[in-house]
């Protein structure tokens, strides 16, 4: 028995299909009733969820009993300071609830899904291994610290004894819920948001990075940590790219450093007046003006017959799917 966590969210659910189409038994955990649009019903019927909650440790106690292995997918993502407190306590107190419920329990193996976030980001042009060391500086966002937070507890677990690996994705693309995560992207792309940088950054298809967890999970690698990239993107190339496949306007305002500021400050009113979220904040201006680039050398190398689907393919099938979920009324712009 498998137990992931996170089974409603976006990489959570695209595990959980992995995973039932290798015919393993899967047990998740969801927080409300309702399940993922975007996982075919014949899955979902396939699989037994549970209500439970990482910050609920009698809940995660039942949803552990005799499971073999556990994802560890749930997380929030967030750049805004409303939602920050909430997110340390599910990424970091959730997660050492679960290495504490999976060694109580006798669980034999995790798998924790962290980020590329979680290493740390510099100000300086960098390309970055899985050797690279957490430094804590101002150029991190608080959703970094709390990955890196969140995966402290995980190695702790593995000196305790629990088997396992980390995988540390980048930027997840992908079809599923455009008002949550990283699907956000394309929300922003057909609403044709105006705003661009010459930043770069990693991106990676959500389907290779389940397939990528599940491989790691049924292998024998213990102990290790891999970064899941597909390739290194200008976000420009990343905006325009979704834009012509939604035939939609590409991004014409290069948001410098200083308009950048002044660009998410407007965000920021227009979200009060709106009640909305914003499209970009001051935390995101500032990754959207990085450059960075992840190597992901190490992964292909463990997993000799995986390759990595290229992101115009994934880019296109996942616009392609959000135009058929517009048109047919399951999302709403």
Same mark, same amino acid.
């Given at each position: 028995?498998?137990?992931?966590?996170? *089974?409603?969210?976006?990489?959570?659910?695209?595990?959980?299909?992995?995973?039932?189409?290798?015919?393993?038994?899967?047990?998740?955990?969801?927080?409300?009733?309702?399940?993922?649009?975007?996982?075919?019903?014949?899955?979902?019927?396939? !699989?037994?969820? !549970?209500?439970?909650?990482?910050?609920?440790?009698?809940?995660?106690?039942?949803?552990?009993?005799?499971?073999? &292995?556990?994802?560890?997918?749930?997380?929030?993502?967030?750049?805004? =300071?409303?939602?920050?407190?909430?997110?340390?306590?599910?990424?970091?107190? %959730?997660?050492?609830?679960?290495?504490?419920?999976?060694?109580?329990?006798?669980?034999?193996?995790?798998?924790?899904?962290?980020?590329? &976030?979680?290493?740390?980001?510099?100000?300086?042009?960098?390309?970055?291994?899985?050797?690279?060391?957490? $430094?804590?500086? =101002?150029?991190?966002?608080?959703?970094?610290?709390?990955?890196?937070?969140?995966?402290?507890?995980?190695?702790?677990?593995?000196?305790? %004894?629990?088997? *396992?690996?980390?995988?540390?994705?980048?930027?997840?693309?992908?079809? *599923?819920?455009?008002?949550?995560?990283?699907?956000?992207?394309?929300?922003?792309?057909?609403?044709?948001?105006?705003?661009?940088?010459?930043?770069?950054? *990693?991106?990676?298809?959500?389907?290779?990075?389940?397939? +990528?967890?599940?491989?790691?999970?049924?292998?024998?690698?213990?102990?290790?940590?891999?970064?899941?990239?597909?390739?290194?993107?200008?976000?420009?190339?990343?905006?325009?790219?979704?834009?012509?496949?939604?035939?939609?306007? #590409?991004?014409? #305002?290069?948001?410098?450093?200083?308009? %950048? &500021?002044?660009?998410?400050?407007?965000?920021?009113?227009? =979200?009060?007046?709106?009640?909305? #979220?914003?499209?970009? $904040?001051?935390?995101?201006?500032?990754? +959207?003006? =990085?450059?960075?680039?992840?190597?992901?050398?190490?992964?292909?190398?463990?997993?000799?017959?995986?390759?990595?689907?290229?992101?115009?393919?994934?880019?296109?099938?996942?616009?392609?799917?959000?135009?058929?979920?517009?048109?047919?009324?399951?999302?709403?712009?």
């Amino acid at each position: 028995m498998i137990v992931v966590t996170g *089974g409603t969210g976006f990489l959570g659910a695209y595990i959980i299909q992995d995973l039932v189409g290798r015919g393993q038994q899967v047990r998740a955990l969801r927080r409300s009733r309702q399940l993922p649009f975007f996982l075919p019903a014949d899955i979902r019927e396939r !699989v037994e969820w !549970v209500d439970a909650d990482v910050l609920d440790v009698v809940s995660l106690q039942d949803a552990l009993e005799g499971a073999d &292995a556990v994802v560890h997918t749930a997380a929030v993502v967030s750049f805004s =300071s409303a939602e920050r407190q909430r997110m340390y306590q599910v990424n970091v107190e %959730g997660t050492a609830n679960i290495v504490n419920a999976a060694l109580d329990l006798g669980v034999r193996r995790l798998l924790h899904v962290s980020s590329v &976030a979680a290493l740390g980001r510099t100000v300086k042009a960098e390309l970055v291994s899985e050797e690279k060391k957490w $430094t804590d500086n =101002s150029n991190n966002t608080h959703y970094a610290r709390s990955k890196h937070g969140a995966e402290m507890h995980a190695w702790r677990g593995f000196a305790e %004894g629990l088997d *396992g690996v980390i995988i540390n994705p980048s930027t997840i693309l992908g079809f *599923g819920d455009w008002h949550q995560s990283s699907c956000a992207i394309f929300r922003n792309a057909y609403r044709e948001f105006p705003w661009y940088t010459n930043g770069v950054n *990693g991106f990676v298809g959500v389907e290779d990075t389940a397939a +990528a967890a599940v491989e790691l999970l049924l292998s024998d690698i213990n102990h290790k940590r891999f970064i899941v990239n597909a390739d290194n993107w200008p976000f420009r190339k990343l905006f325009d790219t979704m834009a012509d496949n939604f035939h939609r306007k #590409r991004p014409h #305002r290069e948001a410098t450093r200083t308009l %950048g &500021a002044l660009a998410w400050r407007m965000e920021k009113l227009r =979200s009060m007046l709106t009640s909305s #979220r914003p499209l970009l $904040t001051k935390e995101t201006a500032k990754v +959207a003006q =990085s450059v960075t680039s992840f190597d992901n050398s190490q992964l292909l190398e463990a997993l000799p017959g995986f390759r990595f689907t290229p992101l115009e393919e994934v880019i296109a099938t996942a616009c392609a799917q959000y135009k058929q979920a517009l048109e047919a009324g399951t999302l709403h712009v």
